[in-house]
């Protein structure tokens, strides 16, 4: 019963728009068994109170696939592991925007163009920003993770009519260096000031389940809290083979919902978006990530991973009377 009055009492003080402290997190992160569902109920009344019963659907685009020179532990795509994925160059202007066309007859309302790689190129950045003006004309919110942009090129991509600059931390800056040694910590932070500096959306979040530690979680929710960051896209590790997390085990459903819904707590008036890895971990538990209070999710594949049906994303919200 202690836990039960201490979850309510902290959920109330967030509904009175004050802030929760990282004490306070750490303790819910200890919530175990039947108490979690109190609290999905709270971080519930939460979303709805900032974020109302809207949910965004988000298409991405795998513009560009293999081949990154960066050492990412978890990544398919990097030189560094030996995985079964398809390989290619940027796709053309036409390829990206016929691509787009079927992310939104899937449902998706927000676009979002993936590119492997540290950073594109001046030339991949001609052919994006095309790309992005016919997405534009098509009524529907644009996006973009390029890599360690600056501030020249992300202007570009304002200019071209980019509404959202997606780059994700992936987790705390002290476990980092466990999952990343061919660029800092220090360099996403800067791509993201000068993404929000210029006027765009900023999208960024991580990955959970890759060894890190409770703390790590809480750390990385609160300086995204502090970035000032728009939406935050939460992963919970897909493992795949060839990679260096291979082998890790799935994080348990519950805790995955404890996670989303404390990253609620932290971040009550932020989109937060469920992404990779909901199918393996949240398992038949995915449509209580809503009632956790995420805001969005990402309908049909991911990158280099297979997806749900669109179709049955659409009836998950349809059937929680929510809205899209």
């Given at each position: 019963?202690?836990?039960?009055?201490?979850?309510?009492?902290?959920?109330?003080?967030?509904?009175?728009?004050?802030?929760?402290?990282?004490?306070?997190?750490?303790?819910?992160?200890?919530?175990?068994?039947?108490?979690?569902?109190?609290?999905?109920?709270?971080?519930?009344q939460i979303r709805e109170k900032f974020k109302g019963k809207i949910i965004n659907f988000c298409g991405i685009?795998?513009?560009?696939?293999?081949?990154?020179?960066?050492?990412?532990?978890?990544?398919?795509?990097?030189?560094?592991?030996?995985?079964?994925?398809?390989?290619?160059?940027?796709?053309?202007?036409?390829?990206?925007?016929?691509?787009?066309?079927?992310?939104?007859?899937?449902?998706?309302?927000?676009?979002?163009?993936?590119?492997?790689?540290?950073?594109?190129?001046?030339?991949?950045?001609?052919?994006?920003?095309?790309?992005?003006?016919?997405?534009?004309?098509?009524?529907?919110?644009?996006?973009?993770?390029?890599?360690?942009?600056?501030?020249?090129?992300?202007?570009?991509?304002?200019?071209?009519?980019?509404?959202?600059?997606?780059?994700?931390?992936?987790?705390?800056?002290?476990?980092?260096?466990?999952?990343?040694?061919?660029?800092?910590?220090?360099?996403?932070?800067?791509?993201?000031?000068?993404?929000?500096?210029?006027?765009?959306?900023?999208?960024?979040?991580?990955?959970?389940?890759?060894?890190?530690?409770?703390?790590?979680?809480?750390?990385?929710?609160?300086?995204?809290?502090?970035?000032?960051?728009?939406?935050?896209?939460?992963?919970?590790?897909?493992?795949?083979?060839?990679?260096?997390?291979?082998?890790?085990?799935?994080?348990?459903?519950?805790?995955?919902?404890?996670?989303?819904?404390?990253?609620?707590?932290?971040?009550?008036?932020?989109?937060?978006?469920?992404?990779?890895?909901?199918?393996?971990?949240?398992?038949?538990?995915?449509?209580?990530?809503?009632?956790?209070?995420?805001?969005?999710?990402?309908?049909?594949?991911?990158?280099?991973?297979?997806?749900?049906?669109?179709?049955?994303?659409?009836?998950?919200?349809?059937?929680?009377?929510?809205?899209?």
């Amino acid at each position: 019963m202690e836990n039960l009055k201490l979850i309510e009492e902290i959920a109330k003080r967030i509904l009175k728009s004050k802030d929760i402290s990282f004490d306070d997190a750490y303790y819910l992160m200890k919530i175990k068994g039947a108490e979690i569902y109190h609290l999905l109920a709270w971080a519930n009344q939460i979303r709805e109170k900032f974020k109302g019963k809207i949910i965004n659907f988000c298409g991405i685009i795998n513009a560009k696939s293999g081949k990154c020179s960066e050492d990412c532990a978890f990544c398919a795509q990097s030189i560094y592991h030996k995985t079964k994925i398809r390989v290619y160059p940027l796709m053309s202007v036409k390829e990206i925007v016929s691509e787009a066309k079927e992310r939104i007859k899937q449902g998706a309302k927000r676009i979002s163009i993936v590119t492997s790689g540290r950073k594109v190129n001046n030339e991949e950045l001609k052919i994006i920003c095309e790309a992005i003006r016919y997405i534009k004309d098509m009524g529907v919110f644009s996006c973009a993770s390029l890599g360690l942009l600056d501030k020249e090129a992300l202007l570009k991509l304002k200019e071209a009519g980019l509404n959202r600059y997606h780059h994700n931390l992936q987790t705390s800056e002290d476990f980092y260096p466990k999952i990343c040694t061919t660029h800092s910590y220090e360099e996403k932070i800067n791509t993201i000031k000068d993404a929000k500096e210029i006027g765009l959306s900023v999208c960024c979040g991580g990955i959970m389940g890759m060894g890190e530690k409770e703390e790590d979680q809480i750390k990385l929710a609160f300086l995204l809290k502090k970035l000032n960051v728009d939406a935050i896209p939460i992963n919970f590790l897909h493992p795949i083979a060839g990679t260096r997390l291979e082998h890790l085990k799935l994080l348990t459903p519950l805790n995955c919902l404890k996670i989303i819904a404390i990253y609620r707590f932290i971040l009550p008036d932020k989109e937060i978006i469920i992404c990779g890895g909901r199918e393996l971990n949240l398992r038949q538990l995915q449509n209580f990530m809503f009632v956790a209070g995420a805001t969005g999710t990402i309908v049909g594949n991911y990158l280099t991973t297979k997806g749900r049906t669109p179709e049955a994303d659409i009836e998950l919200a349809e059937d929680m009377e929510l809205y899209f």
